[in-house]
């Protein structure tokens, strides 16, 4: 048993049509009060002076306002009793009168002596957490609640609605035995990503049929056995590198996931954010070394969605940007497998942002174009013309293999010898390395440095602006002029 002087009980309270009293009315006071009429609580506000909001709901008829210094006997017909006054020892006596007829207080200017405490509350629809420190560090509680507001998508709210419209259902079509494994299904399914993508119609519809569908198993159990519900796949963008560059929904599916599926592009510590449960598999493609073919990883996500399982298929920067990620979805597509894409940094926004190097700026570049450097047959067949030209800037997805076809023909295009480049070797990440130089001698520059992680070359003048912009500091960074 705890011996802490904090030791309290958390409870959420049903106070709609209940009495409460708030004897004061500022800032705090206007607070509780304001939450208190969303809860359908008859408030009575006792206070010489109020403030604007109290005021003008008092004015409204949404509480009585009694515009005097308190008295003990207030506290009488009360369920709850907030003690909020500016005076402390108006504040006692209203508490030591509370507790003389029953009734549990609240002092604001002194939570050892309170009977409960208000916690800092995130809401979300139905959904509600509150954060306590018991007392011992409500700014610390309020600076967590300000944290979790961000992690949390308002969508958990409309989850809540959802499963609170089926609650009473659930209960008359399902056993007690089946309701807790048909729920953990639903919030882990893809009827939770429907209401979580915004599409709620859709996932009501869905919510009615498995419904249906289980009671129906159920009913006709044992005397047949259920396939399998059929899986989904998240395709997940994993970003550049650095794990504070994923999205709040990536990392949400990636906790979620049965088992992932990773290119090499992926960076260690992101892979290690899926759930150490989860079946990890490699089929990454680094230049020509293929783990596993296109073809048989799209059989494979499949395959897996199949048995049922949550396919995390997570790759390197956006999946749409040289990720093959559109193929990926069509073979999905026409299996008839669910699925949803989570888009994430592209390599060359992440890359170029960690290196100093705006990808536009009015003075520089009024244009951007993303190319694959990627070897085809041994060559790299592209309108070089068209990209050899001044006022844009160029970024080369996997260009260290071609680095010398590159360079050479951009010269033979038009540009300058001096023109400004940039490789960044590892980028956003602690090991990253930015090596600078022009279309003449990049490719003897990136020769001389041993790095084999996933490089990115960026040909323009704004590569000019890197000295002036350069902000991070990681340990390999060996840039050069």
Known sequence: MSNSTYASYPISLRLADQRVLMVGAGRVATRRVERLLASGTHVTVVAPVASDAIRAWAEAGALEWLARGARP?????CVLVFAAANDSRVNRMIADAARSAGVLVQQADDAQASDFLVPAL?????LQIAVSSDGAAPTLSRRLRAQLETWLPRAYGDLATLAGEFRQRVREALPSAE???????????????KVFAGRYTEAQIDLEAAMTEAAARVAAQPLAESSPPVGEVYLVGGGPGDPDLLTFRALRLMQRADVVLYDSLVAPAIVD?????????????RAERHTLPQPDINTLMVDLAREGKRVLRLKGGDPFVFGRGGEEIAQLAESGIAFQVVPGITAANGCAAYAGIPLTHRDYAQSVIFVTGHLKAGELELSWAELARPGQTVVFFMGRRALDTICREMRHHGLADDWPVAMVIDGTTQNQQLIVGTLSDMPERVAAVDADGPALLIVGEVVRLHEKLNWFEPRGDISSG
């Open 273 to 285: 954010l899926v759930p150490p449960e989860a079946e990890r598999i490699h089929v990454g493609k």
């Open 73 to 77: 006997d207030d506290v009488a017909n």
């Open 179 to 193: 309701r807790a494994a048909f729920w953990q299904q639903v919030f882990d399914g893809p009827i939770a990503e």
């Open 122 to 126: 995130i809401e979300r629809g139905p």
